[in-house]
Nanobody, 117 residues
Framework: VQLVESGGGLVQPGGSLRLSCAAS????????MSWYRQAPGKKRELVAS????????NYADPVKGRFTISRDNAKNTVYLQMNNLKPEDTGVYYC???????????WGQGTQVTVSS
């Protein structure tokens, strides 16, 4: 099982990034997917989630209206489009797969996002 995040980097405030998380080794379409982030010295927090078929999404209040989560089950990939980035969005972003109603879950290794001028 692998979840591999990519797309992180350094961006100026107000800029955009698109994160990708490529999955392998499990039936991707059975799993809800989420993005989490962890800032230095802070707890890991949920950013956004999407159900297995992509019909429902949820966002943390600080990112509503700026971030969009989506998935392509044919490509076994989940995305996080991040617009109007702010310095407080800085952190390591992780994707997580979990199968609803079970304890089965997988995590990626994370990708660094730094928002700074």
């Amino acid at each position: 099982v692998q979840l591999v995040e990519s797309g992180g980097g350094l961006v100026q405030p107000g800029g955009s990034l698109r994160l990708s998380c490529a999955a392998s080794g499990f039936t991707f379409s059975w799993y809800d997917m989420s993005w989490y982030r962890q800032a230095p010295g802070k707890k890991r927090e949920l950013v956004a989630s999407i159900t297995s078929a992509g019909g429902n999404t949820n966002y943390a209040d600080p990112v509503k209206g700026r971030f969009t989560i989506s998935r392509d089950n044919a490509k076994n990939t989940v995305y996080l489009q991040m617009n109007n980035l702010k310095p407080e969005d800085t952190g390591v972003y992780y994707c997580k797969a979990n199968r609803w109603g079970t304890v089965s879950e997988y995590w990626g290794q994370g990708t660094q996002v730094t928002v700074s001028s």
